[in-house]
């Protein structure tokens, strides 16, 4: 076990988070923050630092489960529709103005979205009493299309006023970040992050192929289906929290396998490290960065993560097995 780089990914990917809690548009002393810098940092920047590293434990955990459940290195959390779901339905809420939970009807209509469109994609993905890979694949790919396409609709023909909110939120925008969330997003995740590592032996597994997953004394359709139920739970948790942000469950679990191999019970706990660390770091970019304005951290993500996925595809062996 390569135990030294997953210590040094670890210890990197904790300092990230500890120092952004302390960097950005306004600098705070972590030796003697006066009223107003201790104000800042507990109520505006550590419930959005907190909700940054959770988002990205999410995603990261999700790419590694769901590249190996679908044996598609190409795999990220949103490309089985269920962030599309989520933010339809969060989508809907922003627009239509209705607030019958007050600042808790975003994130409850994102996370029912992400259910249903789980409860979706399951449906179309199940056949002869089983969950086949190739159709999970693409039934996200066209229930995703689907619902991008409904929520642009909404956009388009919605009133200016509740337009900016909804592109801001649809691109990761995570300035409205408050502790009152933070508790369900936190157990969704948690429960999630807990079935994934339970069942790190499984994909190991699964990679292999069905056949010797089979033979290894492995239900290759109960796991397949606590996996997906995984994977679910932490997308829809994440994108409830922080609308919907991309690249970091694709290349995050590539960059870990790279240190550590591709023993599923080290690159799961990596992944969601590192993909913590990685969206903390991309939302300091974005609120930094052109001070006082904000980008969304969903921009800066696919700003640093395209290009380093056009690398990772050049070396085309990352890419093999």
């Known amino acids: 076990m390569p135990s030294v780089k997953i ?7 904790l300092g990230i988070f500890f120092v952004s809690l302390f960097l950005g548009p ?37 790419g590694a489960v769901l590249q190996g459940i679908l044996r598609n290195p190409l795999a990220d959390p949103y490309v089985l529709g269920i962030s599309s779901g989520a933010a339809f339905a ?7 103005g209705f607030y019958l939970l007050g600042k808790f009807t975003l994130p409850l209509s994102a996370f029912a979205g992400a259910c249903a469109a789980s409860i979706m994609v399951g449906i179309f993905g199940w056949k002869r009493g089983s969950l086949l890979p190739e159709r999970l694949l693409l039934a996200g790919i066209g229930l995703g299309f689907l619902f991008y396409s409904a929520m642009m609709l909404l956009v ?3 009133p200016s006023e509740g337009m900016r909110r909804t592109v801001l939120w649809i691109f990761g925008d995570l300035a409205m970040a408050d502790w009152s969330v933070i508790p369900y997003g936190l157990a969704f995740i948690a429960l999630g992050l807990g079935i994934s590592l339970q069942r790190a032996k499984a994909l190991n597994a699964l990679i292999l192929g069905d056949e010797l997953a089979h033979s ?6 109960k796991e397949r289906l606590l996996l997906f139920i995984s994977v679910a739970l932490m997308t829809g ?6 609308g919907t942000i991309g690249f970091i469950g694709l290349i995050i679990p590539h960059m870990v396998k790279s240190f550590v191999g591709a023993n599923s019970r080290y690159v799961i706990p990596v992944s969601a490290l590192c993909g ?6 991309s939302d300091l ?3 930094t960065l052109l001070s006082p304005m904000e980008i969304p951290a969903g921009i800066i993500t696919a700003l640093i993560g395209s290009p380093y996925f056009l690398y990772l595809l050049r070396r085309r062996d990352v890419f093999q097995g």
């Open 156 to 158: 388009s023909i919605s």
């Open 237 to 242: 948790a994440s994108v409830s929290l922080g």
């Open 216 to 221: 290894l004394g492995f239900s290759v359709q």
């Open 285 to 287: 970019i974005g609120k």
């Open 276 to 281: 913590g660390g990685f969206l903390c770091i």
């Open 90 to 96: 969060a989508a809907l809420s922003l627009l239509s």
């Open 7 to 13: 210590t040094l990914l670890i210890v990197a990917s």
């Open 26 to 62: 306004t600098l705070i002393s972590p030796f003697s923050p006066g009223p107003i810098e201790k104000e800042i940092l507990f109520s505006i920047r550590m419930p959005r630092v907190i909700i940054a590293f959770l988002i990205g434990i999410a995603l990261g955990t999700s």
